[in-house]
């Protein structure tokens, strides 16, 4: 079994692209030439240079020392922390912007949740000139403001969605049929392994540089090019899939995947997509999705903004319904505790969405010779307000 998507756009039964009739020029026009685009040697040449030179990759591969000796196995932590921005979600936005620069796009939109992809794209339109509209939650807008001012301090229009829960699911909506309204200059930005394809697979090809880094990381320091274990917190899950990539297709390397229980996972204040969610349709692809019997959507909850989303993306409904990804629900306290603990103990501070992934240490036990890489996939500043809160600090 593979765990890459097939032609048809498809994981497994999940994937596929359900999109209304008045989409599907754009989504077709993408679908047709995104292979062919980024396997253009000027592309590459481009996206590699940028990678390098603006973002700051390799990013480090860093063996948590005191950390590693808490839990008895060997933690390394991917830091894409240190990417420029904070977060992993500049890789995919200079991919995304290359692309819409081929296919001869003027104008980007964009959803956001915690921010961070809204100040990853914000930061490419900069860079290459282009406008920029992003649409985020009210709701983000407030627990998020820094990176709101950020966002707004890089040239870009920052739209309040004011419908639902006004968070990620919302603000997604609302760009989609900004999308519909523009289908000739405009390219949407998707942040995250979501949406039709081809979006989870072009997401996922341009996060797979952290694996693809990780692969010659592990080598110079353990000798080998595949680690034990590699976990990653999952709310659409770009950063996972970039980490999971190369890995896929190796059942020798355990893939790891961390959700948001947020108040527990049967207090409906929860955004476990694995243990909650049955099969349906969001945002033009078949996953796993909270709802109701009848269907509806029902509201995620987490401290984190960024995994409060009722679905995950196609590529990890499928590791989970395989059988091939193990996914662990985590719960506000237990992250927020983690993510206290990573900074007290390594002196690195965490975004709330990674204090998720760290905080399985505590009750999954790994073995002493375990190499266990935990994709360190943005850094706290952006939530620090909540830290403080949290902790009375």
Known sequence: MSYQVNEKGYYGEFGGAYIPEMLYPNVEELRSRYLEIMQEESFQKEFKELLKEYVGRPTPLYFAKRFSEKYGTKVYLKREDLCHTGAHKVNNTIGQILMAQKLGKKRIIAETGAGQHGVATATVCALMGMECIVYMGEVDIERQSPNVARMKMLGAKVIPAKSGSRTLKDATNEAIRDWINNPVDTHYIIGS????????????????????????????????????????????????AGAYYHYLDKPEVGIIAVEAAGKGI????????????????????KTLLMQTGDGQITEPYSISAGLDYPGVGPMHAHLFASGRGEFISVTDENAMKAGLELAKLEGIIPAIETSHALAIFEDRKFKKDDVVVVNLSGRGDKDLNTYIEYFNL
Do not use: W
Not at 211 to 217: I, P
Not at 266 to 285: F, M, N
């Open 266 to 285: 049967d207090t409906g204040e929860s955004a476990a997509t694995s243990a909650l969610g049955k099969p349906g349709i969001i945002h033009g692809s």
């Open 193 to 240: 392994v979501v949406g039709p394809h081809p979006y989870p697979d072009m997401v996922a090809r341009f996060q797979a540089v952290i694996s693809e880094e990780m692969k010659v990381q592990l080598k110079e320091k353990e000798g080998k090019e595949d680690p034990d274990y590699v976990v990653a917190c999952v709310g659409g899950g770009s950063n996972a």
